[in-house]
């Protein structure tokens, strides 16, 4: 079956960089795309980007300039890499399938992020 | 960028009762419009994608509709299970947003 499963850092020290790992199984990301979506504490989610099967990638644009997801297909897993992290930045950070039609139909479980020093 | 407004924050119902959510987008999204349930410490789980198609394995008393602008989610006889933050999320165009959310407490 598909799943999704994010790893990383707890903590981060603002202005430095978050590096996320999700890793996916059940799914090819030759055929499939990934997204990596936010939620802050008490607050909605906040698309972040995707990387398709082709690889080609597209961000919010919010958080462009500070945004890289790419992907290794042969190790089934796909980067987030966000620079120049603030205290707003704190989430929880999830990755999810995405559809063609851009649906997320499986998710990850999360991984918490807390930027502070 | 699309944004959606998402209508009421908060509803507090009876077990049994039928509930609707709203969920307005800033434009035209051509039924490009998905509805998902997070629970605290879960993650979000697809109801219902193009307004209106159940997701596998949902509860047949989750339905949606709209067009346009205007779409809602509806819960007909309400269950306990049911207590979620439920969110709508436009997949028409990038960046792919969603709404502030719809807390859903039982009376």
């Known amino acids: 079956q598909v799943q999704l499963k994010e790893s990383g850092p707890g903590l981060v020290q603002p202005s430095q960089t978050l590096s996320l790992t999700c890793t996916v199984s059940g799914l090819s990301l030759t055929t499939n795309a990934v997204s990596w979506i936010r939620q802050p504490p008490g607050k909605g989610l906040e698309w972040m980007g995707i990387i398709w099967s082709n690889g080609h990638t597209d961000y919010n644009s919010t958080i462009k300039s500070r945004l890289s997801i790419s992907r290794d297909t042969s190790k089934s897993q796909v980067f987030l890499k966000m620079n120049r992290l603030q205290t707003e930045d704190t989430a929880i950070y999830f990755c999810?399938?995405?559809?063609?039609?851009?649906?997320?139909?499986?998710w990850g479980q999360g991984v918490m992020v807390t930027v502070s020093s | 960028d699309i944004q959606m407004t998402q209508s009421p924050a908060s509803l507090s119902a009876s077990l049994g009762e039928t509930v609707t959510i709203e969920c307005l987008a800033s434009e035209d999204i051509y039924s490009d419009l998905a509805w998902y349930q997070k629970k605290p410490g879960k993650s979000p789980q697809l109801l219902i994608y193009?307004?209106?198609s159940l997701n596998d394995g949902v509860p047949s008393r989750f339905s949606g509709s709209g067009s346009g602008t205007q779409y809602s989610l509806k819960i007909s006889s309400l269950q306990s299970e049911d207590v979620s933050i439920y969110f709508c999320?436009?997949?028409?165009?990038?960046?792919?947003?969603f709404g502030a959310g719809t807390k859903l407490e039982l009376k």
């Open positions: 193009y307004t209106s």
């Open positions: 999810a399938r995405v559809t063609m039609a851009a649906i997320f139909d499986y």
């Open positions: 999320q436009q997949n028409y165009d990038s960046p792919y947003t």
